[in-house]
């Protein structure tokens, strides 16, 4: 690569799963440590933050009670997901993620700052939900494989066979 020349930019979406946090090192082992200090990408680490109003659902009597109490511990989750972040790339030796948190939607979220960054990759895990359970919730990996403006690599973590 050119002096001067922008590297590629790889957006890895975080959350406060142990899908999340292996997809994140699995990418680190690949893409970035093998390379230290000359990574071959840019890396920025999302996490998508729900809105407290979102998380409670359905509003109600004692819904507006409730709110700052889920608010503060949604905001209580993003930093121990960031300082988890940003722990996995000191041990692995990746210096310079750049580690940016958002409120709402992760699937929108992640598209976003992949348009923003003009991201050549996007990395999410999997959690392996069943057909219903994803039918329900959404799955953020298949929304990104289908309107994400960069290639996306959903990572899964292996299951245990035993």
């Known amino acids: 690569m050119a002096t001067g020349e922008e590297k590629p930019v790889m957006v890895v979406g975080v959350d406060e799963s142990e899908?999340?946090?292996?997809?994140?090192?699995?990418?680190l082992d690949r893409f970035f440590a093998p390379y230290a200090p000359n990574f071959p990408f840019k890396l920025i680490i999302v996490?998508?933050?729900p809105?407290?109003?979102?998380?409670?659902?359905l509003a109600g009597p004692g819904t507006a009670e409730v709110v700052p109490y889920v608010d503060a511990d949604l905001k209580h989750?993003?930093?121990?997901v960031i300082e988890k972040a940003k722990a996995l790339c000191l041990s692995k030796s990746v210096h310079g993620a750049m580690i940016e948190v958002f409120e709402g939607?992760?699937?929108?979220?992640?598209?976003e700052v992949v348009d923003k960054h003009h991201a050549s990759l996007l990395v999410v895990g999997s959690h392996g939900y069943g057909a219903i359970?994803?039918?329900v919730l959404g799955s953020v990996s298949d929304y990104c494989a289908h309107h994400a403006h960069c290639s996306v690599m959903i990572v899964k973590k292996p299951k245990i066979k035993v």
């Not at 899908?19 to 990418?27: H, K, M, P, V």
């Not at 809105?51 to 659902?57: E, K, Q």
């Not at 939607?105 to 598209?111: T, W």
């Open 19 to 27: 899908q999340s946090t292996y997809a994140l090192e699995w990418t």
């Open 47 to 49: 996490h998508a933050k």
């Open 51 to 57: 809105n407290a109003v979102s998380a409670v659902g």
């Open 77 to 80: 989750t993003a930093v121990k």
């Open 105 to 111: 939607d992760a699937r929108n979220i992640l598209c």
């Open 133 to 135: 359970k994803r039918a």
